[in-house]
C-alpha cells in the first residue's frame, strides 16, 4: 500500500508538499501539484480507503516544542535535531509547534495542519495537554511525563534518578554539605516534570546518605549566579561541592566560584546534568550525568512510528542516567 511518502519519492518532493495538494492547505504550484497528482494516481493512493476513524495519512509529524521563558535554546535544538534526523529516517517530515497556546490551542493546532501525530515536550507533572492528548484522535509521544501517565505514552531520562546519582557520586567521594543549583524559578513554578523530579531525587539521596543539602532556583545570567553562589558559601561555609542542574548556568556558575576565591575542584567539587558536550567544552571538564537528548528524541519517534503501525507501547519508558567522572570532582580529604 502507497504511503505520502512513496508518493513523495517518485514525484521528487517533500511529504509535505504532497500534504498540502492533497489537503489544499498550501497553494502549491501548478507545475508541482500535477507531478504530485500523477504519481499518487499511478501509485493508487487516491484511490486508497482510511482504516475506519482514521485520517488519510500525510508523511508529517508534529513536534510540538513551547518557547517558555526559561527554556534553555542550545538543548531545546537538540531535541528539535533528534526528532526530525529520527523522522526522516521513518520516512517522515516534522511541523514544528512552538507557540505555548495551552490545551485548546495545541487542539486547534493539530486540527490545522493535519499532522499523523505528535512529539510533545516540556511536560508539566499536571498538564492540561494530556486530557486533550489522550482524546485526541491521531496518537502521541511524551518526552517527559505527568504525574498520571494513563492512556499516554511517554519516554524520559529518568530525572530522580539523576538527581539521586550525583548527590550519591558526592557522598562516595566524602562530601558531606552540598547544594543543588537547578532551573530558573519559574520552570519550578509551572510545575515542569524534569526538573521537580531532580530535586526530589537529589533530596531523598541526601537524607538516606546523612549529607546536609540546600537547593536552590537559579537564573543563566553571571549577576544573579554570583549572588547566589555567594550566599550559598555564607549560609553554609562548610559546602564542598555543587551540582548544577541549569545547562544555561554551568558557565556562570564556573566564573562565579573563581571569582570568589573557590578553586574547582580543589575547594569545591561540581556535578552536572547537561549534554556531554557541554561538560567536555567547559573548564574544568564537568563531570556530569549526561543529558540524552538525541536518545530521546529518537525514541520518541520510534515510539510514534509503532503507535501509527497500530502497536501499543509500554506507558512509560525511562532511561537510566549515566554518570561520566572527569575533573570538577574530587574526593574531599579528611578533616578538610
Keep these: ?5 512513496d508518493v513523495a519519492r517518485r514525484a521528487g518532493v517533500a511529504p509535505s508538499t504532497v500534504s498540502y495538494v492533497l489537503s489544499g492547505k498550501r497553494a502549491i504550484s501548478p507545475a508541482t501539484r500535477a507531478k504530485v497528482e500523477e504519481s499518487a494516481r499511478a501509485l493508487g493512493y487516491l484511490t486508497q480507503q482510511a482504516p475506519r476513524g482514521a485520517a488519510r495519512r500525510t508523511g508529517v509529524l508534529g513536534l510540538v516544542a513551547p518557547l517558555r521563558a526559561g527554556t534553555h535554546l542550545p538543548v531545546l535544538m537538540r531535541f528539535v535535531s533528534a526528532v526530525t534526523t529520527a523522522a526522516h529516517r521513518h520516512g517522515n517530515d516534522v511541523l514544528l509547534l512552538t507557540a505555548d497556546t495551552g490545551a485548546e490551542g495545541l487542539r ?5 495542519s493535519g499532522v499523523d501525530g505528535l512529539v510533545v515536550m516540556d511536560v508539566e507533572l499536571r498538564d492540561a495537554r494530556a486530557p486533550v492528548l489522550r482524546a485526541m484522535d491521531r496518537p502521541s509521544v511524551l518526552i517527559g511525563f505527568p504525574v498520571d501517565p494513563t ?16 548527590l550519591d557520586h558526592l557522598a562516595d567521594l566524602g562530601h558531606h554539605s552540598v547544594a543543588l543549583l537547578g532551573s530558573p524559578q519559574l520552570v519550578y513554578h509551572r510545575d515542569a516534570g524534569y526538573a521537580h523530579r ?30 547566589t553562589v555567594a550566599a550559598l558559601l555564607q549560609e553554609q561555609p562548610r559546602l564542598t561541592a555543587l ?3 541549569n545547562e544555561g548556568a554551568l558557565p556562570s556558575v564556573l566564573t562565579s566560584l573563581r571569582e570568589l576565591g573557590r578553586d574547582v575542584p580543589a575547594e569545591v567539587s561540581v556535578v552536572a546534568i547537561c549534554p556531554d558536550e557541554l561538560a567536555e567544552r567547559a573548564s574544568p571538564r564537568l563531570t556530569s550525568v549526561h ?21 501499543r507501547p509500554p506507558a512509560l519508558t525511562l532511561l537510566p542516567p549515566r554518570l561520566t567522572e ?11
Design 1 to 5: 500500500m502507497a504511503t505520502i511518502a
Design 108 to 112: 486547534q493546532a493539530v486540527q490545522r
Design 151 to 166: 492512556g499516554l505514552t511517554c519516554v524520559d531520562l529518568d530525572f530522580t534518578a539523576a538527581g539521586a546519582l550525583c
Design 198 to 227: 531532580t530535586m526530589a531525587g537529589f533530596t531523598a539521596a541526601a537524607i538516606r546518605r546523612g549529607v546536609s543539602v540546600l537547593t536552590r532556583a537559579t537564573d543563566e545570567q553571571l549577576p544573579s549566579v554570583r549572588r
Design 243 to 245: 551540582v548544577v542542574h
Design 291 to 311: 543529558l540524552p537528548a538525541e536518545e530521546l528524541g529518537a525514541r520518541a519517534v520510534d515510539l510514534l512510528a509503532a503507535r501509527l503501525a497500530g502497536v
Design 326 to 336: 572527569r575533573a570538577s570532582a574530587h574526593r574531599r580529604r579528611p578533616g578538610s
